[in-house]
């Protein structure tokens, strides 16, 4: 019986729970296209009808669609395993501009509240811009309209922190460690494949990170612990 190697053991596994991702993902992709047939034949037959409001409903659904898609081009982007040094705070920056439009549409805002001064941290590839990307949208989604999305960055005791907190309903305390397996959400159906979090996670891990939910105030805080880029023991 051959032996096989680790890598390989490893890369068959990730295969295997794609394959499972993307059967899921198959069946939810094909609600918002049934919805996009369904209003691009109401223009045609209704063309004096409400056109702008189906226009506006087809772009949401195509916004669901690259949410889901999205996702899984996180999930199934190769680890390189190549570590670098990432400035947290400049990719907070890119966030705010990639999100900016989107945060108008929803009728929502994002304040940053920044420490300033961070030391770079330990970050692989992209990883880094798409972890704060899904945890701000998926901010949005647990949000109402008027609501504020703040983004706060820490420093002590040798690590940075950066936590994500909306103004929704929250997410009670048993459900902490649910929130980042696979399939598991508290959104409506329209509104998510449960995978966010995971994807998140697993991102995370590849910088070398940890994350977990925080009890606050109002709503739900996700708190993403970063290394310091020249931690001989972990950017070597």
Not at 1 to 26: C, H, I, K, N
Not at 130 to 158: M, P, W, Y
Not at 175 to 202: I, N
Request: overall charge negative; glycine content about 12%; charged content about 25%.
């Amino acid at each position: 019986m051959s032996v096989r190697d680790p890598d390989d053991v490893a890369r068959m596994g990730r295969l295997a729970e794609l394959g499972l991702m993307t059967a899921m993902l198959t069946h939810e992709l094909r609600q918002p296209l049934f919805a996009i047939r369904s209003l691009a034949q109401l223009a045609q037959v209704q063309p004096g009808g409400d056109v702008t409001d189906h226009l506006a409903e087809v772009i949401r659904q195509t916004e669901l669609m690259e949410g889901i898609v999205g996702t899984v081009g996180a999930f199934a982007r190769d680890d390189t395993g190549i570590l670098m040094p990432v400035d947290v705070e400049g990719e907070i920056g890119r966030v705010l501009k990639l999100l900016e439009h989107m945060s108008h549409q929803r009728g929502m805002r994002i304040q940053p509240e920044l420490h300033g001064g961070l030391p770079m941290v330990v970050g692989e590839g992209t990883a880094i811009l798409q972890i704060l990307v899904n945890l701000v949208q998926n901010a949005f989604d647990a949000s109402e309209k008027d609501s504020v999305v703040r983004i706060r960055t820490d420093h002590r005791d040798g690590v940075v922190f950066v936590e994500v907190e909306d103004e929704g309903h929250g997410i009670p305390e048993e459900m902490a460690e649910e929130v980042f397996q696979p399939f598991f959400t508290t959104k409506g159906p329209d509104l998510g494949t449960g995978l966010g979090l995971y994807v998140v996670r697993r991102l995370v891990e590849q910088c070398r990170g940890q994350i977990r939910l925080v009890p606050c105030d109002v709503g739900a805080c996700i708190q993403v612990e970063l290394v310091p880029w020249g931690r001989a023991d972990d950017s070597g």
